[in-house]
C-alpha cells in the first residue's frame, strides 16, 4: 500500500535531491523521481503527470547542478508545482518554444560573454526576437550556427594553446637535446 499524499509529501522535508536516476526512494531521488513518488505514480524519473517538456528540462538541470545542496535550493520547492503539469501538444509546443528561446537568447550568450572575442555572437543571439515558434528557429538558425562555429574556433585555439603551454618544457627540452645531438653529429669527422 502506497503511503497517502500528506505521507509523502512529508517526505519531501527530509529528502535530498541526487543526480541521476536511482532505483528506489531509499536510494535517493533526482527531482523529477521525487515528483512522481509524491504524485503516487509508479518509480520514475518520467512521471505521466508531468510535462515531457518541462521534465526534459528538468532532469538535464538536475544532473548539472553541482551539489545536492543546489538541487534541494533551486528544484526541490518546484516538486509540487510539478504534479498535474501534463498538458495539450499545444502547450507542450509553447513550452518547447520558451526552453529554445532561452536557451538561445539567454543562455547561450550568457556563455559567449566570457570569451571577449565571442561577444559580436553573443549580441547576434540576445538581440533576437523572441524565438515562440518554428519560423522564430528557423530565423535564428544562421546566427546559433555563426555563435557555434565561432565557440567551437575559440575552443580549438584555447585547446591549442593550453596544449602548447603544457607541451613547452618538452619542446626546450627536446630542442637542446636536439641541439646537443647537431654539435655531436659535427664532432664525428674523417680523422
Not at 533551486?74 to 528561446?101: F, G, N
Request: contains cysteine; negative net charge.
Amino acid at each position: 500500500m502506497s503511503p497517502a499524499l500528506s505521507d509523502r509529501i512529508a517526505i519531501l522535508d527530509t529528502l535530498h535531491l541526487l543526480s541521476g536516476t536511482h532505483d528506489s526512494l531509499n536510494e535517493g531521488a533526482c527531482v523529477m523521481e521525487a515528483v512522481a513518488y509524491v504524485a503516487g505514480e509508479p518509480w520514475s524519473d518520467h512521471p505521466a503527470c508531468a510535462c515531457p517538456v518541462i521534465s526534459t528540462f528538468l532532469r538535464s538541470w538536475n544532473d548539472s547542478l553541482p551539489t545536492d545542496a543546489d538541487r534541494d535550493r533551486l528544484l526541490k520547492p518546484l516538486v509540487l508545482q510539478l504534479i498535474d503539469t501534463k498538458s495539450t501538444r499545444v502547450i507542450e509546443e509553447k513550452r518547447s518554444y520558451l526552453a529554445l528561446d532561452w536557451m538561445i537568447r539567454v543562455f547561450t550568450p550568457k556563455w559567449l560573454d566570457l570569451v571577449p572575442s565571442l561577444a559580436p555572437h553573443s549580441a547576434a543571439l540576445s538581440d533576437l526576437t523572441e524565438i515562440a515558434d518554428m519560423a522564430g528557429a528557423v530565423a535564428a538558425r544562421e546566427r546559433v550556427r555563426a555563435a557555434r562555429a565561432a565557440a567551437w574556433a575559440a575552443a580549438c585555439d584555447a585547446a591549442r594553446d593550453a596544449a602548447w603551454a603544457a607541451l613547452q618544457p618538452i619542446v626546450d627540452e627536446l630542442q637542446s637535446s636536439a641541439l646537443d645531438l647537431l654539435e655531436r653529429m659535427l664532432a664525428v669527422t674523417a680523422n
